[in-house]
């Protein structure tokens, strides 16, 4: 019998330790409902948000505080733009925020964290969160120029379906970037116009699996996105920067796809 795969998440999240983590927002000026937006985002994890006046300090400023320190800050204004005023089609029909590389520092130095997000019509903010860091992802590869990046659709169709992710491909397949792209093969026509490394398959992992990482060449920071359908568009998942547990990703996806 052959061996069962084990626990993708677990395989990255093993000896991690998330920082205890708060939003702040300071000297908002931006209306109540911004801040009521970013509270439903997280109200089913342990981040926090707040708001906070501070003398002679900019305004409408949305700082990430790790253990009582500020590692990341983005304005209110980006935030808006890239998640909170957006919905999912943003990133599956177009290319905007690829091109520009605008990704809030506030959102994609929430490494190392487990969530659990809801999608449409449960949620039309939650799942958007791993779909912002998949767009970040490919666009470190992109900007790279070369290293490897894998990543897998559940159904291959999606790349001929959504054009922003057709796209976003097409620019990869054209660059020095090793791809690899995984699915379930429900459209033979979906993907043989890309220069890219297809693997099929119908399994469980196949069907459930929202894997995008990305292994620079040799002394560049690579990234990684793990998440696992646990029910109806629900998802499991979190992502790292740590080279370890980027390399641990990338050979799961080699072992077991």
């Known amino acids: 019998m052959a061996a069962e795969p084990p626990d993708p998440i677990e395989t990255v999240l093993d000896g991690a330790s998330p920082p205890d983590r708060s939003l702040l927002l300071l000297n908002r000026e931006t209306p109540k409902p911004v801040v009521t937006l970013l509270e439903e985002a997280f109200e089913n994890h342990s981040l926090t948000v707040a708001d906070r006046d501070v003398p002679n300090g900019a305004g409408d400023v949305a700082c990430l505080v790790e253990d009582g320190e500020i590692v990341a800050t983005t304005s209110l204004s980006e935030l808006e733009e890239a998640f909170l005023l957006v919905n999912a089609d943003r990133y599956r029909s177009g290319t905007k925020q690829i091109r520009s590389g605008s990704f809030p520092d506030v959102l ?21 969160l791993l779909i912002l860091i998949s767009r970040f992802i490919e666009h470190r590869a992109l900007d790279a120029g070369d290293g490897r990046l894998r990543a897998t659709f559940q159904r291959l169709s999606r790349l001929d379906d959504e054009r922003g992710t057709k796209r976003v491909y097409s620019w990869l397949a054209d660059s020095g970037v090793d791809t690899h792209v995984y699915g379930v093969d429900d459209d033979p026509e979906a993907v043989p116009e890309l220069d890219v490394s297809v693997h099929t398959g119908r399994n469980e992992l196949y069907r459930r699996s929202w894997f995008v990482v990305f292994r620079p060449p040799e002394g560049g920071d690579g990234v990684a996105l793990v998440a696992i359908e646990t029910g ?26």
């Open 232 to 257: 109806e568009n629900v998802w499991r998942g979190m992502w790292t920067r740590d080279a370890d547990r980027v390399r641990q990703v990338d050979s799961y996806l080699e072992a077991w796809f």
């Open 108 to 128: 994609t130095a929430l490494n190392d964290t487990e969530f659990t997000v809801r999608g449409f019509p449960k949620s039309n903010r939650e799942k958007l």
